[in-house]
């Protein structure tokens, strides 16, 4: 192979090239169509909830004025989940790229753990195994079992946007007489924030819509009282297309807003 090829081979290697695997696709950042995917979908689940709640409003408004209690319960899961998640998954990126072996190979092995064993199977374990010896409430065995679960995600995730930042930027700051520790936090991250930033806000919007797996406890979120409803009115098929139609603007809207934290962060980098 042709040195030209490969010097090409080793820049792709160094590609920040991120992979989202559930939730919503982010929508570009900068781009300024006004039809695109995004807005198909937005304007298509808002249009269409607006029909069924005019043209039908026995079943579908009754709905939609039974879901507002859900809705709240559902972003303060998502929300103290998230305030647990992303710390985690710092961790155990840096843990999973730690030069100590003990930290790496704990690191490593609450990963495959985590990703081995599928959510609501850990959310079950916390809530109703664990309670024979300890008793914990609804609210905080899911915020455990969610964080728990998404910390090993976002782990892979920081793993991957900081190894992809060129070795030679470590290696200037440690010339300046940066520790490691400074090294990481005033040089590394802040670089990698930008190619990490897309995929942990994939991540945090695909924990909203698996906070709907919580209902198996019970709680009174926006699956909960859709179920709830649906139980009472018999009306299955009313019901659950009104809560798959909120989850999809609710899903959208947070998307929108992820590409447009992207956009900020990216013009700043320009103007430094």
């Not at 570009?28 to 995917?37: E, R, T, V």
């Not at 979120?221 to 139980?231: E, H, I």
Request: net charge positive; glycine share 6%; proline share 5%.
């Amino acid at each position: 192979m042709a040195p030209e090829s490969l010097k090409e081979d080793e820049k792709e290697s160094q590609g920040t090239i991120m992979v989202i695997t559930e939730g919503p696709l982010v929508p570009k950042p900068l781009s300024k169509k006004l039809i695109s995917a995004w807005s198909i979908s937005l304007v298509g689940a808002i249009c269409t909830l607006i029909v069924l709640c005019t043209v039908w409003p026995e079943p579908y408004l009754d709905v939609i004025t039974f879901l507002p209690d859900g809705i709240f319960v559902t972003f303060q899961v998502t929300f103290l989940a998230i305030c647990c998640a992303v710390p985690m998954g710092l961790l155990t990126g840096l843990g999973r790229i730690s030069h100590n072996s003990f930290i790496n190979l704990t690191a490593s092995t609450y990963v495959e753990i985590i990703r081995g064993i599928p959510l609501l199977v850990q959310i079950f374990y916390i809530y109703y195994a664990l309670s024979k010896f300890l008793q914990v409430s609804s609210l905080c065995s899911a915020v455990v079992a969610i964080s728990f679960c998404y910390g090993a995600y976002m782990g892979e995730v920081f793993r991957a946007g900081i190894t992809a930042i060129p070795r030679g930027q470590t290696e200037a700051a440690r010339s300046l007489g940066f520790n490691r520790f400074q090294t990481m936090f005033y040089v590394i991250l802040p670089q990698a924030w930008r190619t990490i930033l897309p995929p942990v806000g994939n991540e945090c919007i695909a924990m909203l819509k698996d906070t709907s797996l919580v209902s198996v406890m019970a709680m009174p979120d926006l699956m909960q009282r859709g179920r709830s409803f649906a139980s009472k009115t018999y009306l299955y098929f009313e019901t659950y297309t009104i809560v798959a139609l909120v989850y999809l603007i609710i899903t959208l809207l947070l998307s929108k807003c992820v590409a447009i934290m992207e956009a900020r962060l990216n013009y700043y980098d320009r103007r430094k």
